[in-house]
């Protein structure tokens, strides 16, 4: 698999070096081809969403556009995707926000431990395209422009050994997204934080490099590290959504027409994505559970919120720009706490 991507990354890049303007430009039977790179397998909800973004594109502006979508970080990892992206050299990718910090500051508010209170707040947020644009566009000088949002779950801790209490994480390696966000927080935990790209997991897992990860139920199966780490706590420490991000160049040189049709394109997506998501979630558990021998352990999730407790704190101390969205997403929070509390 290695191979195949780097044989497809070289073909992409020997694109971009002899292309007068960069290989965003080919075309293909007079039609723009548009290629699109995401992380997860052809089942994914992520996958399906996309599938819809290309049906719409192509039944609208088949004429001029041919959408390709690449799998499995065929094109490379996230982080190398993201630079694709920004180059030109491809058009679109589908990345966790972790990997936008490093652009856009305003990002590690999503690596935030505990930040969303509930699954509703969180939709909430999301869904409110008009305040996220004023996120999107925070990478704008990078050269790329989140569209659209899709839902990646929630975040628990999965490892080789049983973690029942922030105690068992001690001493622990764990697998994080490469964000100083993430890193902080796995320490924070008490564990020791090994960030790495998505695709080298399960290999690390299975030579004993690492212990353990965190990620949602879909990982287990779609990406098979039920395999390999068989204890799945559920202490829902995050909720990091993936966005749908472009190149800006190629957003901006649409018509208004055009691009009116990419936005409902992404926004058909998303909603393919979400209508998918919980019912995925629920057969991978399954599947791990039954198939794969994975158990599932429903922790005290309070006991790992305080062993984290200062750690919002010392984000917004430090990185005063996430502020504003703090206190909104405090706000949205807020309408969803119900008298036993949230959730
Ligand atoms: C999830 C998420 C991906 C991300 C991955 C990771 O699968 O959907 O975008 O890359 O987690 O932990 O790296």
Not at 38 to 45: D, M
Not at 49 to 71: A, C, H, S, T
Not at 309 to 323: K, T
Request: with cysteine; hydrophobic share 40%.
């Amino acid at each position: 698999m290695k191979g195949l991507k780097q044989i497809l990354a070289a073909t992409l890049c020997v694109a971009v070096v002899v292309g007068t303007t960069g290989c965003s430009s080919s075309l293909t039977g007079g039609k723009r081809i548009i290629r699109i790179s995401h992380a997860q397998s052809e089942t994914h909800p992520e996958h399906l969403g996309l599938l819809k973004f290309k049906e719409y594109i192509e039944e609208n502006l088949g004429d001029k556009f041919e959408v390709q979508i690449f799998p499995n970080e065929i094109l490379g990892s996230a982080q190398k995707a993201i630079e694709l992206t920004q180059t030109g050299a491809i058009d679109f990718v589908v990345a966790g926000t972790a990997n936008l910090e490093t652009f856009a500051d305003v990002y590690e508010i999503f690596s935030m431990p505990y930040l969303f209170t509930s699954e509703e707040a969180y939709h909430e947020v999301m869904n409110d395209t008009d305040y996220m644009n004023t996120i999107y566009e925070s990478t704008d000088e990078a050269g790329f422009r989140v569209m659209t949002w899709y839902n990646a779950g929630t975040r628990n801790f999965y490892a080789t050994k049983p973690i029942n209490t922030p105690d068992d994480l001690k001493g622990l390696k764990i697998r994080v997204q490469q964000s100083p966000a993430s890193v902080n927080m796995a320490k924070a935990f008490g564990a020791a934080a090994s960030p790495m790209s998505f695709g080298e997991v399960y290999t690390a897992i299975q030579q004993g490099v690492i212990d353990g990860a965190e990620n949602n139920e879909l990982a287990l199966t779609n990406n098979k590290h039920g395999e390999v780490a068989k204890y799945f706590s559920y202490n829902k420490h995050q909720m990091v959504p993936d966005m749908l991000i472009a190149n800006l160049k190629l957003l901006n040189g649409l018509s208004d027409e055009e691009r009116a049709i990419f936005e409902e394109a992404a926004r058909l997506s998303t909603e393919v994505e979400l209508a998918n998501w919980d019912d995925q979630a629920a057969a991978a558990k399954k599947i791990a559970e039954e198939d794969m021998g994975v158990q599932f352990i429903d922790v005290d999730v309070q006991v790992f919120k305080d062993k984290v407790a200062d750690v919002q704190e010392s984000m917004l101390e430090e990185n005063p720009r996430i502020q504003e969205i703090y206190d909104h997403i405090q706000e949205v929070n807020a309408k969803y706490i119900t008298e036993e509390g949230a959730e």
